[in-house]
Structure formats: structure tokens, C-alpha cells
């Protein structure tokens, strides 16, 4: 972050702007929303700066800039349109001590002015460094569409009432309130106009003073493979209302960023063969924080019924009497078939589909490998990179075709996908060639379709 977005005080101060045409007039627009003393120097101002000069909403000097002019000024937007003019107001401002803007030109300028979404007093300001401003315009856009009127109204009336509030609890009951506030009964209230959201707001209080504090609870919520989107709406929702969010390491930060700001966020990241945190201290967090009332997510990548621990940590939480649920998700098997765009089963190829581990807890995981080495099979093997030569060695001798596809998926559903097609008699080499870092998922018994569409690089040994 290049540029770090704060909201300026801008009551009784000083901003300066120099330039009387389209460029002073489009900031001008935005200033005058202030409640900051404006003056502009223009030499040739347009009618619009003038009437406003009448009208007492800035001073207006009809003349060039001079050294001086920007004394105690804030801020200066240097908006003539042209380099030499800019340059020399710039420079004026900078020896005065004002932060200085020089229109459409970021690299002379030491603030950018966002993109503003409006619904006094909440503010949106939208950036994008300079680089994009059509998708700052867009967003905005968006934002107006899906913001309604009355936001500033609610606001403003929700501001008054933020002493008469403070009769609930710190923390979730007062939360809850304002969320039962802004995005239920207020909208209601103001449909019928103005005066009713006051009253609305009192009996909204009532209502919740009369409410029992909440229990602690435990979320166990599958995050997916990787790709916010591909979260639900319920794990969405989960995180928003979350005190405490206890994570795993493959749990991608865009997700964590989804989480309430205020939560706690505890990582207890634990890795294949690696250093982890042990069962025993997740579980003894997730029981203190459950106790302590807190509304606990317990975030785990995929679907945390799929090789997950799971019940271990319901175990703890059930002795504990702390209530539970759990919010499905995408396992890797499913976001990793759909990037080669295949299907798990297929009539008349497949009509079971086993989900494996390449290691356990005691090392290389044993299965069934004789059932698996016919014909057709598909597993999905999770875990299964160091354990690629052991898995490739007990379906050679249980009579596994040598040629039988193998296609190993990293990073599926992340922008640093890639996609592994090889056999089972080339895995161990393949794979090692390939130099795999991020979690994958191997398939037995599947290569990519021909025809998808595969938004990742793949490296195939066919095609090589
Ligand atoms: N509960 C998880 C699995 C946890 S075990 C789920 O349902 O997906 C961890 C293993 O999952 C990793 O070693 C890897 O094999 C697989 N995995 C998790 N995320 C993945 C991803 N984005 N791409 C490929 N494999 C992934």
C-alpha cells in the first residue's frame, strides 16, 4: 500500500486550488461538500466558481497564484490544466507547508483524491493507487446502487443515539443492537418517514436489554479450498459475527481478511510432517473460549469433515457442554476436479469415488489397494505428495495399469494454480520435477479433459 487512506478534519481549515476550468470545477464539486474555508486563484474562472463566490461558499481572487497564498492551507490542488502553471502553484504550496495535489498527475502529487461514495456522515472512499480509476468509477457506481438513501439519515439519527446504547453490555449486545439497527428495524422505520426511527430506536433498546446474554458458541466452518468465493454464504456469515477465529495454515489470508476486524485471530497452523500446534492446545483453546461466551469459528480449510480432526475438537467441545455446528464447505477433491473438468463418477467408469490420505498420523496411510488397482477406480488422495512413490508401488503390485492418469493439482482454486498430467508409471518423477511447494491433490484414475478450459499452467507429460 503505497497510499494509506485517512479521513481529514476539515471544519474551519485552510484548502487552497488554483485553476478556474473543468479540472478546479469536478474538485470543487467535491470540496465544496466540506465544511473547510475554500479559496481559489484563477485569472479566467469559469461562471459556476464565480456564482459560488457570490453565493459565500468560497473566496474567490481573480488573479495568479503568488508565493505566500497558501499560507496555513491544508491542502493545495494545483488544477490549470497546464504543466508550467501547475508546477510553479506546486511548488508554492510545498514551501507554504501544504500537502500537495497536482490534478491527473500522481507522480507530483503527495495525496490522491479517491473515488467518493456519499451518505454523509458514512464515506466511502475508493482507490486504486492511481492505477485504475475506470474500476474505481465502477466500483462506485456499484456501491451507489447498493447503498440506500437513507444510510446517511439512519446514520445521523443512530449517532444521537450512541450514548442511550451504552445501557447494554460492551461488545456483542451492543453490536447485535446496532446490527438489528442499521440492517433491520431501522430501514423498516424510515420507510415510514423520518420521525419514526427515534421510536423505533427506544423500543429496539427495550427489546434488547430484556435479551439474555448470548452463549458462547462453536462454529466448525469449512473455508474451501482457497478462493474466497468459493465460500458459502453461511461461512460469510460466520466470520462477520465472530469474537474469536482459530485458523489453520492452509486458510488463505484473503478469507481471514473477511473476518470481523475487532476478532481475535488465534492461527494454529499445523503441517503434514511438520511443526504443528498439538490437538490437545486447539482443543483446550476452542473449550476456553467457548466458556468465556465468545462466538468461536473454528476455520478449516475445505470441508472440515474431510481429513480435518474434526471429531476430536467436537469431542472437547461437547464435554465441555459448549454449544455447536457445523457449516459445510468445498473439499479440494471438489474444487480440484472441477479445474481439470472432470466429474468424480462417470457411468460406466466409476461409480464410487474413495477419498485417501497419503499419510496418517503413524506415516504412510495402508487402504485397500488391491480394490483400487482394477480397472476405472478414481480416489481422490489428499496429502499425498510425500507419499507419491509408496502410493505408486502398492498398486503396481497389486496389477495397477502403469498407464493409468494421474493428475496432481496444486494450489487448486488459487490464482497459483497448476495442474500436474502424468501416469502412474511417471508420478514419483513427474512430481518431484515439478517442485510442488502448495498443498495438492492428487487423482488416481483421472486425467484433465481434453477441452477444459484450465485457468492454470499445466504441465503435461504428453505434451512437454
Ligand atoms: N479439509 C480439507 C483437507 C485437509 S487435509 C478439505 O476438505 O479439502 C490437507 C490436504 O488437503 C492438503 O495436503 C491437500 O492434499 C488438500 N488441499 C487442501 N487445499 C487444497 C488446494 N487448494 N489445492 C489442492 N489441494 C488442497
Redesign the pocket.
Known amino acids: 500500500m503505497d497510499h494509506f487512506p485517512i479521513f481529514l478534519a476539515t471544519a474551519g481549515r485552510r484548502i487552497v486550488l488554483s485553476g478556474g476550468g473543468d479540472a478546479a470545477l469536478a474538485k470543487l464539486r467535491l470540496l465544496l461538500k466540506t465544511t473547510a474555508n475554500l479559496t481559489v486563484f484563477s485569472l479566467a474562472p469559469a461562471p459556476e466558481i464565480k456564482n459560488w463566490a457570490t453565493a459565500g461558499k468560497l473566496t474567490l481572487i481573480e488573479r495568479a497564484m503568488e508565493p505566500g497564498d497558501t499560507m496555513c492551507a491544508v491542502v493545495f490542488y494545483a488544477a490549470d490544466e497546464d504543466a508550467v502553471e501547475d508546477k510553479r502553484t506546486a511548488a508554492i504550496a510545498h514551501a507554504d507547508g501544504a500537502l500537495v495535489n497536482v490534478v491527473d498527475n500522481l507522480e507530483d502529487s503527495q495525496f490522491i483524491t479517491p473515488a467518493i461514495v456519499d451518505r454523509d456522515p458514512v464515506t466511502i472512499a475508493i482507490g486504486t493507487e492511481g492505477a485504475a480509476p475506470v474500476l474505481a468509477r465502477a466500483i462506485k457506481a456499484d456501491l451507489e446502487e447498493k447503498l440506500p438513501s437513507t444510510l446517511g439519515t439512519l446514520a445521523r439519527i443512530g449517532k444521537g443515539f450512541r450514548k442511550m446504547s451504552y445501557t447494554l453490555p460492551f461488545g456483542r449486545a451492543r453490536r447485535d443492537f446496532w446490527r438489528d439497527f442499521y440492517f433491520n428495524a431501522g430501514p423498516k422505520a424510515i420507510a415510514e418517514g423520518e420521525d419514526a426511527v427515534r421510536p423505533a430506536l427506544d423500543d429496539l433498546l427495550n427489546t434488547h436489554l430484556k435479551n439474555e446474554a448470548r452463549e458462547g458458541h462453536v462454529a466448525f466452518v469449512?473455508a474451501g479450498?482457497?478462493d474466497p468465493e468459493l465460500l458459502t454464504l453461511k461461512a460469510r456469515k460466520a466470520l462477520d459475527e465472530a469474537d474469536v477465529v482459530i485458523y489453520d495454515r492452509?486458510i488463505s489470508p484473503e478469507i481471514l481478511e473477511l473476518a470481523r476486524r475487532e476478532a481475535v485471530m488465534l492461527d494454529v497452523g499445523k503441517e503434514?510432517f511438520g511443526p504443528s500446534t498439538p490437538q490437545e492446545t486447539i482443543n483446550a483453546l476452542l473449550v476456553e473460549h467457548g466458556k468465556s461466551g465468545a462466538q468461536v469459528v473454528r476455520l478449516?480449510?475445505?470441508?472440515?469433515t474431510?481429513?480435518?480432526r474434526l471429531d476430536e475438537e467436537l469431542d472437547a467441545v461437547t464435554a465441555a457442554g459448549i454449544g455447536w455446528h457445523i457449516v459445510p464447505?468445498i473439499?479440494?477433491?471438489s474444487?480440484?476436479v472441477a479445474s481439470i473438468g472432470q466429474s468424480l463418477t462417470k457411468r460406466e467408469r466409476n461409480a464410487s469415488v474413495r477419498f485417501l490420505t497419503g499419510h496418517d498420523m503413524k506415516g504412510f496411510a495402508d487402504h485397500d489397494w488391491a480394490a483400487l488397482a482394477r480397472p476405472n477406480e478414481v480416489a481422490a488422495i489428499?496429502?499425498?505428495k510425500k507419499s507419491a512413490r509408496f502410493v505408486q508401488g502398492r498398486l503396481i503390485m497389486h496389477g495397477a495399469d502403469r498407464k493409468t492418469p494421474v493428475t496432481v493439482?496444486?494450489?487448486?482454486?488459487?490464482p497459483d494454480q497448476r495442474v500436474l498430467s502424468t501416469t502412474l508409471a511417471h508420478l514419483p518423477v513427474d512430481l518431484a520435477e515439478a517442485k510442488m511447494t502448495?498443498?495438492?491433490?492428487t487423482f488416481y484414475g483421472l486425467a484433465p479433459r481434453a477441452a477444459a478450459e484450465i485457468a492454470s499452467t499445466v504441465i503435461s507429460r504428453e505434451f512437454a
Open positions: 469449512g479450498p482457497g492452509l503434514g478449516k480449510s475445505g470441508d472440515s474431510v481429513f480435518g464447505g473439499t479440494a477433491a474444487a480440484a489428499y496429502m499425498g493439482i496444486e494450489n487448486a482454486s488459487r502448495g498443498p495438492a491433490l
